[in-house]
């Protein structure tokens, strides 16, 4: 029984996705971890789309683009100190 209704249904949609990714036998676990974590964020956006208030969906982005740009910036920095040494 799916618990929400409203959500898309992209199971298959996903692991195809993945499947094109990482198609070796080797990665079949990777499959399908990234299927399923893939298809939580996808409930996760539905969840906003339906339910979200403009204010919160305004900070919850600019939470999320100061996560990326903090994420990519310490990524950034590591490979300088690598280049570096």
Known sequence: MRKFLFTRD???KLFL???RA???SKFAMARNILTRV?????IFDDIHDIYGILEELVSYTRAIEKYV???LFLRLM???KA???
């Open 38 to 42: 893939t298809a939580l964020i996808f």
């Open 22 to 24: 990482y198609f070796q």
């Open 17 to 19: 996705w993945m499947a």
């Open 83 to 85: 280049c570096v040494e």
């Open 69 to 71: 740009i903090h994420i």
């Open 78 to 80: 590591n490979l300088i």
């Open 10 to 12: 992209r199971i298959v």
